[in-house]
């Protein structure tokens, strides 16, 4: 939602723009801006990085939301590279950007207002004269294009709930014989004795 003070900013002929990142790091999420100093909202310290490569071509796009995106932040500190190195604890991590506007002053106008949201995916570190971190990102829409390959079965539950019981007895189900239309009906064979579901179709005389 952008406020009405953002809002006038916007229209406004000249405005001085300004993005955040949020990055979900299981250990310690990082918050940075494209700010020359730290900026403060949500009660979130959002340190000063400068320019961050990537988030501007995503973010004045028209279908910004449904485009992938790629962070790429040079000089890091170890909280940044130890999880990217690590490859264990950001996959599917939320990554959000958001958009502020600054005054004359370069203070945040209004709080800033989310423009991306999505996962993060893949992760690489490079060493030249310094770290440099890159972080591949998919909006929530990429889920959407792909096929679900997710069964009803005991297997692909604990996947995503561990330990949970719900599905436990759905092999010795799938084969529990049932009492239909008077007979014993095995689901294995379809049918018991040559015993036929009664007819839809009437006849009128």
């Keep these: 939602m952008v406020s009405s003070l953002n809002k006038a900013a916007l229209e406004a002929e000249h405005s001085a723009r300004i993005y955040f990142i949020h990055l979900d790091f299981a250990v310690s999420p990082f918050y940075a801006c494209t700010g020359a100093r730290d900026y403060v909202f949500n009660s979130i310290t959002w340190n000063g990085v400068g320019d961050i490569s990537g988030i501007s071509d995503v973010a004045d796009a028209a279908d910004a939301a449904a485009r992938p995106l790629t962070v790429t932040l ?14 264990t604890n950001y996959k599917g991590r939320a990554a959000t950007v958001y958009r502020g506007l600054l005054d004359s002053n370069f203070d945040l ?13 893949v992760g690489t570190m490079l060493r030249d004269d310094d770290y440099v971190a890159q972080m591949v990102c998919e909006p929530l829409a990429a889920r959407l294009l792909r096929p679900n390959i997710s ?6 539950h604990q996947l995503r709930s561990a330990g949970d019981k719900f599905f436990e007895f759905l092999p010795q189900m799938e084969k529990k014989d049932v ?3 008077g ?23």
Excluded: A, H, L, N
């Design 74 to 87: 040079t000089g890091v500190d170890t909280y940044v590279t130890d999880p990217v190195q690590s490859r």
């Design 183 to 205: 007979k014993r009906i095995s689901p294995t064979t379809g049918g018991s004795g040559g015993y036929r579901p009664p007819s839809r179709s009437r006849r009128i005389f």
């Design 109 to 121: 106008i209004d709080d800033p207002f989310k423009i991306w949201i999505g996962r993060m995916d």
């Design 179 to 181: 009492t239909w239309g």
């Design 151 to 156: 069964r009803y079965s005991d297997e692909d």
